[in-house]
Every structure is written in structure tokens, then in C-alpha cells.
């Protein structure tokens, strides 16, 4: 497999606490990579190493064969990284559809979107996003008045109307209920596929990271503790102590 995203020995601290403590870690095309581990141990740090939120003290982020460390976020979103979750982005009080359109405007030439002979062109390039992750119905709702569950999705879709390469994830599945986390996944993971997307997600729900993890990375302390197979790296002892606190 191709290794689309290369950290190499990151580093970062806050006072005297080691966010990033030597993280070396590749993620492949087309790999779907969860991303576990105690609170304070380090995800978001990583996540935000990767997006050009942070920057590390020393390390390098590579996409493909180009050093992303030193890029601006937004350089980063435009070379195919994007990020759902973490921050709600959705403009609560515009629609479903409204949201997705400025994002692929945002993403391309802003001037562009606003002549209005293009939008028709945009209508349908927003629609068929909100159709791959069954959002068509809810393209006219506010979003702000989404239940969590489709909240979450319609955050994806505006993810995605960036055309991203990597999607990292923060808990797609927190806040949603116990049933409808697992039909919110084989969405999220079929609306993947079918765009050749490759995400990384922090999750909590051992139930998910098993089902839906093709790899599963634990952090421990600013560090990667072990990483594998969902079902190998579940039975490691130290994996059980730290995050399952077993
Ligand atoms: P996780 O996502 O695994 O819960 P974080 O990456 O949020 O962990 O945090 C790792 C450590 O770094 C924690 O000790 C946290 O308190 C600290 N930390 C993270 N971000 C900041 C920040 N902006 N300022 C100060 N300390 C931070």
C-alpha cells in the first residue's frame, strides 16, 4: 500500500507536559485508521500536527512526497487534508445544502461560485455529496435544527465538498444514540470508499474501532504504545491496562 501521510519523530510540549513525544507513524491509501488512547495521551496534539493547527518543535509531516509542517492550515485543506468534528462547522442558521455549496466554493475560486450561471453546477455537485451520505431529504433544513446523528453526517458531507484525500475524524460517533451509531458508520464508511477518502479517527467506542478500524493506533503518553489489527492489538495486555483500564 502507498503510505499517503508520514510523521516522523514529532515532537511538542505544553509547560513540561510531552503532547508528541517522538511520534512516528504512516498511514496508507485507503486505510481506515482509528486512532485510541486515555485522554491526555496525545490524539488531538497529533490531529492537530497534521491539520497545521500546531507545530512541532521537531518532526516532519509528510502527504505523499511533500513536507506539510510549516503549511498554514488552509494550504494544508487545499493539499487533500480535512477535518470533521472536532469544532462544529456548520453555519447553524443556513441549510444543509447552503453549508456544502460554500465549502466547494471555499475550496475553488469564491468569485466562480457567485456568478450565477454556475450555480446550477454547484446545486448539483452539492446534492450528489448530500446523496452519497443520505442527506438528500435534509438539503432545505436549517442545520442547525439537524438531530445529532444527521448533524454529524452533514459536517462530513461539508468535509468532504473539500475533496479531501485524508478526512480525519474526532468521534464520529459520540453523542449519537447506542442505535444509531453503527448504521452512522456504514454510511460514513460507504460515502468513503465510494470517493477513495483514507481517515483517520479518534474514537472511544470499542465496539466501532472493532467493527469498522481496518488498523487501530494506541497512544499512551504522547506516544504510539502499539499499533495492528484491531482484534491482535485488543488482546495486548498493556492495550487492555491503559485504554480499557483492565
Ligand atoms: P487527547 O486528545 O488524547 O485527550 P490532547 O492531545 O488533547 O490529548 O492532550 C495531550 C496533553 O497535552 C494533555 O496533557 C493536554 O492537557 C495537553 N495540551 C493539549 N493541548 C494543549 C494546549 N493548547 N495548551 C496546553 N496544554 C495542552
Redesign the pocket.
Known amino acids: 500500500m502507498k503510505p499517503l501521510l508520514k510523521a516522523e519523530g514529532l515532537e511538542v510540549s505544553?509547560?513540561g507536559?510531552k503532547?508528541a513525544d517522538g511520534v512516528n507513524l504512516t498511514i496508507h491509501e485507503g486505510e481506515f485508521v482509528a486512532i485510541i488512547?486515555p485522554?491526555?495521551?496525545?490524539?488531538?496534539?497529533f490531529l492537530n500536527l497534521c491539520t497545521g493547527y500546531l507545530r512541532p518543535s521537531s518532526g516532519t509531516v509528510w502527504l505523499e512526497d511533500r513536507k506539510i509542517t510549516a503549511m498554514a492550515p488552509r494550504l494544508i485543506a487545499r493539499k487533500g487534508i480535512a477535518r470533521a468534528f472536532q469544532i462544529p462547522q456548520l453555519f447553524t442558521d443556513h441549510t444543509v445544502i447552503e453549508n456544502v455549496m460554500l465549502a466547494l466554493a471555499a475550496h475553488r475560486n469564491i468569485w466562480e461560485a457567485l456568478t450565477p450561471l454556475n450555480r446550477p453546477a454547484y446545486v448539483e455537485e452539492a446534492m450528489e455529496l448530500l446523496e452519497l451520505l443520505g442527506l438528500e431529504e435534509h438539503a432545505k433544513t436549517i442545520a442547525g435544527t439537524l438531530p445529532e446523528g444527521l448533524r454529524k453526517l452533514a459536517d462530513v458531507t461539508v468535509a468532504m465538498a473539500l475533496r479531501p484525500r485524508l478526512l480525519l475524524l474526532d468521534e464520529p460517533t459520540s453523542g449519537v444514540s447506542a442505535l444509531e451509531r453503527f448504521p452512522l458508520m456504514d454510511t460514513l464508511m460507504k460515502a468513503m470508499r465510494a470517493q477513495n477518502i483514507t481517515a483517520l479517527f479518534?474514537e472511544h467506542d470499542m465496539e466501532i474501532v472493532e467493527k469498522y478500524a481496518d488498523r487501530v493506533v494506541v497512544?499512551d503518553s504522547?506516544q504510539v504504545m502499539a499499533e495492528g489489527r484491531p482484534d491482535t492489538v485488543m488482546k495486548d495486555p498493556r492495550v487492555l491496562k491503559s485504554v480499557v483500564g483492565a
Do not use: D, I, Q
Open positions: 505544553f509547560g507536559v503532547a488512547g485522554n491526555g495521551s496525545g490524539k488531538t496534539t479518534v497512544w504522547g
